[in-house]
C-alpha cells in the first residue's frame, strides 16, 4: 500500500523540485576563485513559512501553496510576496511620513506615522490581495510574467486610517478623477530618480471606508517585505494598486501615469482576442474589480482517502468588489455539482469560507473541482478564461485530485 501511494503522489502531482533536495556541489574543488555558484535560493525572507515557493529574488516573488492558506485569516508567514523593486533600507520609523498632493488637492500636507496613529480614528478590516496575475501559469500559450500558481492570493486583518479621512481634510477639487501612490521602494537599477511601481485607483474607490493606510497586520507591524512601515491597501482589486512602503498620495486631475499604469501592464483587451494574438494598446483596459475565484485548501491535493468514508473539503471563495453568493464542487469533471455551505463575509471586501462533505460511489482516481458563483451571477470558467497577453485574470476552477483506496 505505501509504494502504491508513493507512487500515486509521484505521477499525479510531480516530482519534489530540485530545490529542495539536499546535494553535494560536485567538482567544488575546481571552481575557479571568486565565481560565484548559480544556486537555487537557500533562504526566505525572515520570517517567511519555509514551504513558501520563490519565483525570483531580485525582487522577491514568492508564492504560497494552496494547502498553506486553509486559515480563515491568513498569518503573516503565509503571505504571498509580490514585489516589482527592492525593499527600503535603513528605515526611519520615527521619522517616516505620508504626503498628500497633486494638482487637484487644495493644500498639500503631509502626515508623520505618529500623526497617523494617534489623530485619527482607526479602523480594521480584513481584505482580500490577490495578484494581477494569480493563476497565470494555466494559462496556453504562456505569457510573460511571473509563472504564479493559485496562491498569489491572501486575506489578512489591516488596521490603519481610512484614506477618505485624510483626504477630506486635505482638501479635493472637483476636477480630481483618481490617485496615484509612491513608495520608497528601490529601483532595480539602483537609480534614485527611478520608480519601481506607482499605481492607483479612480476616485470612487479611493474614497471607499475599506481603503485604507495602513501600519499593521493582524494585530503587529506589517512585515518588510509586504509594505512596513506603511502601505496602501485596496481591497477586491488587483494586488499592484495597494502600494508598499507608502510616503507619498498624488491626487490627479487625470488617469494616474505612473509606472506600470502604461502599455500592457495590468490591462485586458476590451473585446475578446484569440490566444496569443498581439492587442493594440488603445484596444486595452484597466484591470478593476478582480473576478469571482474559489479555492479548496483542505484537503491537500494527492490526499488518499479509504472507501466509504467521507471527504471534507473547505476553502474560500471571493469575488472582487462583490459577494459571493453560492459555491459547488464537483468530482464528475463538472457533469453534476453539490452545492457548499458559504459563509457570510467577516466584512465587505473579505473572502468568504466554505465547506462540503462528498462520498466517492468507488475507489479510483477523481478530480475535485471547486466552483464559485458572485452576487451578479458570474459563474468561475471550468476551462482557462479569455486569454490576454500579461496572463491576467485566470478564475477557472481550482481542483484537487485525490485517491478512494
Known amino acids: 500500500m505505501e509504494n502504491n501511494r508513493r507512487d500515486f503522489i509521484k505521477k499525479g502531482f510531480g516530482i519534489m523540485a530540485a530545490a529542495s533536495i539536499p546535494t553535494s556541489f560536485v567538482f567544488a574543488e575546481k571552481r575557479p576563485e571568486g565565481i560565484k555558484s548559480l544556486s537555487f535560493p537557500e533562504d526566505l525572507p525572515a520570517g517567511k513559512h519555509k514551504e513558501l515557493t520563490v519565483l525570483s529574488e531580485k525582487p522577491w516573488n514568492i508564492e504560497t501553496p494552496v494547502h498553506l492558506l486553509d486559515d480563515e485569516v491568513t498569518p503573516a508567514d503565509k503571505i504571498f510576496i509580490r514585489n516589482n523593486g527592492l525593499a527600503p533600507e535603513n528605515i526611519d520609523v520615527n521619522n517616516w511620513t505620508l504626503t498628500i498632493?497633486?494638482?487637484?488637492?487644495?493644500?498639500?500636507?503631509?502626515?508623520?506615522?505618529?500623526?497617523?496613529?494617534?489623530?485619527?480614528?482607526?479602523?480594521?478590516?480584513?481584505?482580500?490581495?490577490?495578484?494581477?496575475?494569480?493563476?497565470r501559469s494555466g494559462f496556453s500559450p504562456q505569457t510573460s510574467g511571473n509563472p504564479w500558481g493559485d496562491g498569489a492570493i491572501s486575506c489578512a486583518e489591516w488596521t490603519g486610517v481610512r484614506l477618505k479621512d485624510l483626504l477630506q481634510e486635505t482638501g479635493i477639487k472637483d476636477d480630481a478623477v483618481y490617485i496615484g501612490y509612491y513608495g520608497k521602494d528601490l529601483h532595480l537599477s539602483g537609480d534614485p530618480k527611478k520608480s519601481s511601481i506607482s499605481r492607483g485607483v479612480p476616485m470612487k474607490k479611493a474614497l471607499e471606508d475599506e481603503t485604507?493606510?495602513?501600519?499593521?497586520?493582524?494585530?503587529?507591524?506589517?512585515?518588510?517585505?509586504?509594505?512596513?512601515?506603511?502601505?496602501?491597501?485596496?481591497?477586491?482589486?488587483?494586488?499592484?494598486?495597494?502600494?508598499?512602503?507608502?510616503?507619498?498620495?498624488?491626487?490627479?486631475?487625470?488617469?494616474?501615469?505612473?509606472?506600470?499604469?502604461?502599455?500592457?501592464?495590468?490591462?485586458?483587451?476590451?473585446?475578446?482576442?484569440?490566444?496569443?494574438?498581439?492587442?493594440?494598446?488603445?484596444?486595452?483596459?484597466?484591470?478593476?474589480?478582480?473576478?469571482?475565484?474559489s479555492l479548496i485548501t483542505y484537503p491537500k491535493t494527492g490526499a488518499m482517502i479509504s472507501f466509504g468514508k467521507k471527504l471534507s473539503l473547505r476553502g474560500h471563495a471571493w469575488a472582487g468588489d462583490h459577494e459571493v453568493k453560492e459555491m459547488f464542487v464537483s468530482i464528475d469533471f463538472g457533469t453534476t455539482w453539490q452545492k457548499c455551505e458559504l459563509a457570510k463575509p467577516k466584512n465587505r471586501l473579505a473572502w468568504q469560507h466554505w465547506k462540503t462533505e462528498i462520498d466517492f460511489p468507488q475507489k479510483g482516481y477523481y478530480e475535485v473541482w471547486a466552483k464559485a458563483t458572485d452576487d451578479q451571477g458570474r459563474s468561475q470558467p471550468m476551462v482557462m478564461p479569455a486569454?490576454?497577453?500579461?496572463?491576467?485574470?485566470?478564475?477557472?476552477?481550482?481542483?484537487?485530485?485525490?485517491?478512494?483506496v
Not at 505612473?258 to 501592464?265: F, P
Not at 486569454?387 to 491576467?392: C, F, Q
Request: proline letters at 7%.
Open 212 to 293: 485604507l493606510i495602513a501600519w499593521a497586520m493582524n494585530g503587529q507591524d506589517i512585515p518588510l517585505m509586504n509594505g512596513y512601515p506603511l502601505r496602501l491597501v485596496v481591497g477586491g482589486w488587483p494586488g499592484s494598486t495597494s502600494g508598499k512602503w507608502l510616503d507619498r498620495i498624488v491626487v490627479r486631475n487625470k488617469v494616474h501615469d505612473g509606472e506600470k499604469m502604461q502599455g500592457d501592464d495590468y490591462k485586458v483587451p476590451v473585446f475578446p482576442i484569440e490566444p496569443g494574438a498581439k492587442v493594440k494598446p488603445e484596444d486595452m483596459k484597466i484591470i478593476e474589480s478582480m473576478p469571482v475565484k
Open 387 to 404: 486569454w490576454n497577453p500579461k496572463g491576467y485574470l485566470n478564475n477557472s476552477c481550482h481542483r484537487i485530485a485525490v485517491k478512494i
Open 101 to 135: 498632493e497633486g494638482e487637484s488637492v487644495k493644500t498639500a500636507r503631509t502626515f508623520s506615522l505618529k500623526d497617523l496613529k494617534t489623530k485619527y480614528k482607526v479602523h480594521t478590516y480584513q481584505l482580500q490581495l490577490e495578484c494581477g496575475g494569480n493563476s
